[in-house]
């Protein structure tokens, strides 16, 4: 079993969907409720820097980048999403996807990462934490999930490659 990270593209909007639906039931993943449409997702997340995590000839992890604001000055600064179906967690596909994003991102310009992530996913902010984010913040009831009040971690990595003039 070799790990292979590739584009992601339409086609693997099926698997992706699916992968991200999983991540949504358990509650501590992202705010959404739903799986959003290709093309709302699609227009939502950069062009560049979208991955997907082959394993055997299937999709088991993606990850991608969104823009944190329309101004041109934030053009630098992108917001993490990395999914793992829970199928295949603890096989370091988060950590190949994530170091892969990194990767892409600074070939595509861009300077800072962030990531908002519950404090109950401890498993997100090992990843981060081990690949060089680090905690800036803490929002207190950021959002609410299905009724409840939810805080979120604020993460950033900064390129030391990109940016640093």
Not at 121 to 127: E, F, P, Y
Request: aromatic share 10%; net charge positive.
């Amino acid at each position: 079993m070799r790990l292979e990270i590739k584009i992601m593209n339409d086609e693997d909007w099926e698997a992706v969907s699916r992968i991200y639906k999983l991540g949504i039931e358990t509650g501590i993943a992202t705010f959404e409720t739903e799986v959003p449409s290709w093309h709302k997702w699609d227009n939502s997340h950069l062009k560049t820097c979208r991955l997907s995590a082959w394993l055997d000839n299937q999709i088991v992890g993606w990850a991608a980048l969104s823009s944190v604001s329309r101004r041109c000055v934030y053009g630098g600064v992108a917001e993490v999403s990395v999914y793992v179906d829970v199928n295949f967690n603890g096989k370091g596909i988060g950590t190949q996807l994530l170091k892969e994003l990194i990767v892409k991102s600074e070939a595509n310009g861009i300077w800072t990462l962030q990531s908002g992530i519950f404090p109950q996913n401890k498993v997100s902010i090992a990843l981060h934490s081990k690949l060089g984010f680090r905690q800036i913040g803490y929002r207190e009831k950021i959002g609410k999930l299905k009724g409840k009040w939810f805080d979120n971690v604020l993460m950033e990595r900064r390129s030391k490659i990109i940016g640093i003039d």
